[in-house]
């Protein structure tokens, strides 16, 4: 169960990656980028895996399938831009992990690469700012070196009080990937499937000649069977760093996949359950582990994690923390763990357990918290009753084509509500009762070839995985403005047999685009294979081709 839930994540990644046209041009321009020296003034992909903001800057970071990008959160129609990754030093790829603290900024990297056992995510990195993003660094994505024995070891713990760890040895960035990353103090922490969870100090480091000044260090987590782990008390004869399957003597605690900072502590999910870590003198932690056999989560598999500031009926404030808990399998379900008593008791939100949603991301502000998931966008004022908000579509007809949200964020100083899917972003200002929806293309304006002026996307199209909604994928077919009145659509099979014929009442909400479901004209799905596609306008005829996969 854990290898097939693992499959689905890097299935999400992949569509992550692949969504979208490499280049497109914003809906909407009107004025210049607050990094305007070092950005681009488009965002290059419609896929929003994460959504964070810096109060510092009034700038919502935005975590895409090719890059980083970046709006003022104060003026949601002005220019959403990209960081320029040819002139700064950022992970190629998409962005798997995204946190901000202020003005610091920690970015992770991945994309999909052939191997042994096909297609696999490589981790690319991590890039970061103390300046808010004016200027980067960039660490390489932490692997032993290729000649390692099977187990190495490091030195843990307190100055003067260290133990030598055992480990396996990590030689490649292959299965090695950042899925999230989280800064705390001068030190950004990673966590990692093969990598486990990992930092290195991006701040007030001191150089020396010959060595690298913040290298990164790995760090112990409790194997599965380990209640707790405090500094210089690790059974070191019987402990080893190993995130194999226990069948083959590794730990499900050991894959990394969530760390969250609050204050002086650290919250990490892996495929074993939720570790609280508490920062000791010299920067050792003392840890925790809880997971759904022992303590009352939904799920071992732990993908995210958000902190929430309550007030009691009594007027006390306390703090809450979420964590996004899915199901490795067995008696485990999908939903959402909480905590109000820093991990001594765990509650679950037993309206989303019993929905079996798969939550994707959290966001909480004074009362509320939202979750988006494979089904939508949900909110609650008390935790416990959960509301579902409408699907982002305009009255114009505009609309996102998918019931999966990956992100979401809740601004209150503008009483606004981000969401980001597979197919764009959008706000509300009243909590959904109307949308404003931001998607990009690469517009046919100023197109000087056929293929420019007529195409087709997603392109091949994995009708189970993308544009998804109520039931149907859809293809998108983008084409010149001062075509629309006269758009006829026509699709043939590879015999050339026509499947269906498509007109102005197939428009997207933009007006320059048709839809298709990817049906014929029966009403049936089509089957796999190429199909092409042909526009009439004017006295103009222009073709394409889409590639129709059933997955």
Same mark, same amino acid.
């Given at each position: ?88 030093? /950022? ?22 690469? &052939? ?32 000649? %390692? ?14 133990? &030598? ?50 290298? +990164? ?15 210089? /008390? ?12 226990? *069948?083959?003597?590794? %730990? ?25 870590? =508490? ?21 071992? +598999? ?43 008791? +765990? ?25 988006? %998931? ?32 990956? *992100?979401?964020?809740?601004?209150? /100083? ?84 026509? =499947? ?15 839809? +298709? ?28 081709? =889409? ?5």
């Amino acid at each position: 169960m854990i290898k097939s839930i693992l499959i689905s994540i890097i299935a999400i990644i992949g569509l992550v990656i692949c969504q979208s046209p490499e280049s497109f041009e914003l809906k909407k321009i009107e004025s210049q980028t607050y990094f305007d020296s070092i950005s681009t003034e488009e965002l290059s992909s419609n896929s929003i895996r994460h959504i964070r903001k810096s109060d510092d800057l009034d700038i919502l970071f935005l975590a895409t399938s090719s890059g980083l990008g970046f709006v003022d959160y104060n003026n949601p129609t002005d220019q959403f831009a990209m960081f320029d990754r040819d002139l700064l030093n /950022l992970p190629v790829g998409g962005n798997p992990g995204l946190d901000v603290n202020g003005q610091d900024i920690a970015v992770s990297g991945v994309i999909q690469v &052939e191997a042994a056992d096909g297609i696999e995510p490589e981790g690319t990195g991590i890039g970061y700012s103390s300046d808010g993003g004016q200027t980067w660094g960039f660490k390489p994505q932490p692997v032993d070196p290729s000649d %390692s024995p099977t187990y190495t070891t490091f030195n843990w713990g307190e100055p003067g009080f260290e133990q &030598e760890i055992r480990k396996l040895s990590v030689t490649t960035e292959i299965d090695n990937v950042s899925y999230d990353v989280a800064i705390l103090g001068d030190y950004i922490y990673a966590a990692s499937w093969a990598g486990g969870l990992q930092r290195f100090q991006f701040k007030n480091v001191l150089l020396s000649d010959g060595e690298d000044p913040n290298p +990164w260090e790995p760090i112990p987590l409790p194997m599965d069977n380990e209640l707790d782990q405090e500094c210089g /008390l690790i059974n070191t004869e019987e402990f080893e760093l190993n995130p194999k399957d226990p *069948s083959d003597g590794g %730990s499900h605690n050991h894959k990394g996949f969530s760390v969250h900072a609050v204050d002086d502590t650290l919250w990490v999910g892996t495929a074993g359950g939720i570790n609280k870590g =508490v920062l000791q003198p010299g920067e050792c932690i003392n840890w925790r582990h809880y997971n759904s056999y022992r303590n009352d989560i939904s799920g071992n +598999w732990v993908i995210g994690f958000a902190d929430h500031i309550l007030t009691n009926e009594i007027g006390e404030s306390f703090q809450r923390i979420w964590a996004i808990t899915w199901s490795t399998g067995g008696y485990e379900k999908y939903g959402l763990s909480y905590t109000d008593d820093g991990g001594y008791s +765990w509650n679950v939100a037993e309206q989303l357990t019993s929905m079996n949603l798969r939550i994707y991301g959290i966001s909480t502000e004074e009362n509320r918290v939202f979750v988006s %998931s494979d089904t939508g966008l949900y909110f609650s004022l008390d935790g416990i009753h959960w509301e579902k908000m409408s699907y982002p579509a305009e009255e114009q007809g505009e609309q996102l084509l998918t019931e999966a949200y990956f *992100s979401c964020l809740h601004d209150s /100083l503008n009483n606004r509500t981000w969401v980001g899917s597979p197919d764009g972003i959008a706000f509300t200002d009243n909590l959904g009762v109307s949308w404003e929806i931001i998607r990009f293309w690469n517009t046919t304006l100023n197109a000087t070839t056929e293929q420019d002026r007529f195409y087709a996307y997603p392109n091949p199209m994995y009708t189970g995985s993308y544009n998804v909604f109520q039931g149907d994928s859809f293809v998108r077919f983008v084409f010149e403005p001062q075509d629309v009145p006269e758009a006829q659509l026509a699709i043939f099979d590879f015999a050339m047999a026509k =499947v269906i014929e498509l007109d102005q009442s197939h428009l997207a909400g933009n007006g320059q685009e048709i839809l +298709w479901n990817c049906r014929n004209d029966w009403g049936d799905k089509v089957a796999n294979g190429v199909y092409f596609c042909r526009l009439t306008a004017s006295d103009k005829t222009l073709w394409t081709k =889409v590639v129709v996969i059933n997955d």
